[in-house]
């Protein structure tokens, strides 16, 4: 199957820093790529479209000022969490589309913990 | 908006015996895609099987297979021959128009 990459798989900062997380279509272009979050024993839940070359389509709710989406080749996507508080902590997963399946590959997730 | 329903928050099944999950989703599009992903204690979510939904005929994938019913918006995943290996939180998802969602999941244990 397809392979997707999310670096770093876990990250510690402290409140108020920035952190960014990568997420690779390793062996597929991938024009479209989503950015989930899930909190214990819940579903994931989508946070915003990434499209390469184009702005991210944020959820109701999601801030796209906090939030930062970057899709700047059909390989890479990346979020970056500003000014992060604890309540950012959480599982941070995404996911590419590969358009000739119209099927989603997800990346191993990045566990995010704000001190 | 699309959404998804599981109604089964926890299954469990013996081994080598069959056990079947339940999904049921709304969405107004014809032209869909529908998922079941398995996400066991690593947190990696791993594609279980894909449905057309301009595909009659149901999905199966070795000892996973769907019963697609599109008229009463039906996508039930039967697993047979249980395997320890199986135990894991299963997830249905809807997807259109880069538009995905996912239901609550339903944990299944395995028991020896």
């Known amino acids: 199957g397809a392979v997707v990459s999310q670096h770093p798989s876990w990250v510690i900062c402290k409140s108020g820093t920035s952190v960014k997380i990568e997420c690779r279509s390793l062996?597929?272009?991938?024009?479209?790529m989503f950015w989930y979050r899930q909190f214990p024993k819940q579903s994931l839940m989508l946070m915003a479209t990434s499209n390469e070359g184009s702005k991210a389509t944020y959820e109701q709710g999601v801030e796209k000022d906090k939030f930062l989406i970057n899709h700047a080749s059909l390989t890479l996507s990346t979020l970056t969490v500003t000014s992060a508080h604890p309540e950012d902590s959480s599982f941070y997963i995404c996911s590419a589309i590969r358009a000739s399946t119209d099927t989603q590959y997800f990346g191993p997730g990045t566990r995010l913990t704000v001190l | 908006a699309q959404t998804v329903t599981q109604s089964q928050p926890e299954m469990s099944v013996q081994e080598a015996e069959t056990v079947t999950l339940s999904c049921t989703y709304d969405t107004s599009e014809s032209d869909y895609y529908l998922f079941w992903y398995k996400q066991p204690p690593s947190r990696q979510m791993i594609l279980v099987i894909r449905q057309e939904a301009y595909k009659q005929q149901n999905a199966t994938e070795n000892r996973f297979s769907v019963n697609f019913q599109k008229a009463a918006k039906s996508f039930s995943l039967k697993i047979s021959d249980s395997q320890l290996g199986d135990a894991a939180m299963y997830f249905c998802a809807l997807y259109n128009n880069n538009d995905m969602r996912f239901g609550a999941g339903t944990r299944l244990t395995v028991k020896p």
């Open positions: 062996d597929f272009q991938a024009t479209t």
